[in-house]
């Protein structure tokens, strides 16, 4: 794999974990809206990285789109009004390494969050300046692989590598023939990767080195 021009990161199970923020605010919306269901950390995190429909037709199977979507505004209601208060989990080396990536490589966020929660993640690590351009599933609705090329586009990047730590990431980097780098640590499983590391920081060595 010859050197990439850029790096384009996931956010959960990637920079950091907030699930157990993701298990307030959905059981509070549930709540609210009269659901019995509930739903617990290891659920979620056996559906961090997929999109936001296919979390839906999960948690409550057999709802009509228009209620799946009133829900799931209501999540994203609950989590705005608890940003203030959120715990997250930044994982080892994030702080130093993506500082220390930014003097090297321009830097870039890819998610599959609700419109607003990549700022919430850089508001709250106060990264905001070591990122270039982000994009989030909840501005227009398409999936990583069509949000990967429109980085690339509108940036003029050519050569970028993705960052994540689901097979659900890998196969999206694929069909973006953007070469997929797997993180261990976080929330997935994947057997298709062009480089895995176990920490941030091994991450971070490996491309200061090049």
């Keep these: ?5 850029s790096l384009i990161f996931d956010m ?11 298990e307030i605010v959905w059981n509070r ?20 990285g997929k999109e936001p429909r296919a979390l839906l037709n999960t948690i409550i199977p057999g709802v009509s789109i ?15 009004k608890l940003v203030p208060d959120i715990k997250p989990t930044i994982y080892d080396g994030v ?10 490589y321009p830097l870039f966020l890819l ?20 990122f270039k351009d982000y994009m989030e599933h909840g501005q227009n609705s398409q999936p990583k692989s069509f949000n990967l090329q429109l980085l690339q586009d509108r940036n003029n990047i050519s050569n970028p590598v993705y960052v994540g730590d689901t097979d659900s990431d890998s196969r999206e980097s694929h069909k973006a023939n953007v070469p997929f780098v797997f993180m ?11 480089l895995k590391f176990d920490s941030f920081n091994d991450m971070v060595e490996h491309y200061m080195g090049l």
């Design 111 to 130: 998610s599959n969050c609700e419109e607003g929660g990549l700022v919430n993640f850089m508001n709250h690590t106060k990264t905001t300046h070591l």
């Design 12 to 22: 959960d199970g990637t920079l950091w974990d907030n699930v157990n923020s993701y």
């Design 66 to 80: 228009e209620n799946q979507d009133v829900l799931f505004d209501e999540v994203i209601d609950q989590y705005q």
């Design 29 to 48: 919306a549930l709540e609210i809206l009269g659901y019995d269901t509930r739903v617990t950390r290891e659920v979620l995190i056996g559906l961090m």
């Design 95 to 104: 702080y130093d390494g993506l500082e220390m990536l930014a003097t090297k």
């Design 1 to 5: 794999m010859i050197k990439p021009d």
């Design 184 to 194: 261990t640590y976080g929330f997935g499983d994947t057997d298709k990767y062009q």
